[in-house]
């Protein structure tokens, strides 16, 4: 692993971000300190519904501006894949291959969200693609960053599924976890220190605490709040999960961006007021 990931994982459902606001996105993150983003919003078919089918040419050479765009503000641009309940390796690789071609080297498998027992050998089926991906990725990228979404990816609860998980990933590849809840009001080292446990290896956070597409229309206009400065330390990183709203996301993405790089000094109430000319 180069660092720890802190940014962006569009990961909502509904209206997703445009072409043109995630090139202001990755020059946001940069100029505040961030270094990731993950692109997986669930209104793309192609990343989720019918994930098999190839992006069309116009969307490739899309993604291969953004990956550009990226490296040039050391940004870790990371494509995002949701192959449902029936996962097929071959077309995920396939698919994964195509993307190395326009220059991504970052890749995350997402799980969430789908209607699977959870089960060992839901488990064992999911294992196989990421495990195999992974081994893929090292064959063609020196250095490649691979991150997972279980499909049970909140809470504390000891499931065959999520016990298979734990002992059978590739120990190279991050696991996304959300807190006690899919939106978890506070995150604890305490919290922190039980998960790792549990998936033996440090969390990578997926912070949904800014999402809003489960109450279409609500604005959120709070500073990032409520996580333990001590879990900075403890995690593989955080990833936040904004608005569907960009730019009114953009001041809550800043505020996060204080905690992450000075946790210990943190004050809410001072990093919402620097936004002033963010929320203008």
């Not at 997703?16 to 100029?31: A, G, H, N, V």
């Not at 949904?208 to 001590?230: Q, V």
């Not at 809410?268 to 963010?278: F, G, M, N, Y």
Request: charged fraction near 30%.
């Amino acid at each position: 692993m180069r660092n720890k990931f802190f940014g962006v994982v569009e990961g909502f459902y509904r209206k997703p971000y445009t072409f043109k606001q995630r090139l202001d996105l990755i020059t946001f993150l940069s100029d505040i300190g961030l270094n990731t983003y993950v692109y997986g919003p669930k209104a793309d078919s192609y990343h989720r519904k019918e994930w098999q089918k190839p992006y069309p040419a116009r969307k490739l050479k899309e993604f291969k501006k953004l990956c550009e765009l990226s490296k040039k503000h050391s940004i870790q641009f990371n494509f995002a894949l949701s192959p449902m309940s029936k996962p097929d390796t071959a077309k995920i690789i396939k698919k994964i291959g195509t993307m190395i071609n326009i220059g991504i080297t970052d890749f995350s498998l997402f799980y969430d969200d789908i209607k699977v027992p959870v089960t060992k050998e839901t488990a064992q089926t999911q294992l196989e693609t990421i495990n195999r991906l992974y081994e893929f990725l090292i064959s063609k990228i020196a250095e490649p960053n691979l991150f997972f979404c279980p499909t049970q990816y909140r809470g504390f609860k000891k499931t065959d599924y999520i016990i298979e998980i734990s002992e059978n990933l590739n120990k190279h590849i991050q696991i996304f976890w959300t807190g006690k809840r899919v939106v978890s009001k506070r995150l604890t080292e305490k919290d922190t220190d039980k998960i790792t446990k549990i998936i033996k290896r440090p969390p990578l956070i997926w912070d949904n605490l800014f999402a809003n597409d489960y109450i279409p229309g609500k604005i959120w206009k709070f500073p990032y709040r409520y996580r333990d400065p001590n879990i900075i330390k403890k995690v593989s990183g955080i990833l936040i999960n904004p608005m569907n709203q960009y730019e009114k996301s953009k001041p809550l993405i800043y505020t996060a961006a204080k905690f992450f790089k000075e946790p210990y000094k943190y004050v809410p109430r001072k990093a919402w007021q620097e936004t002033l000319s963010l929320r203008e």
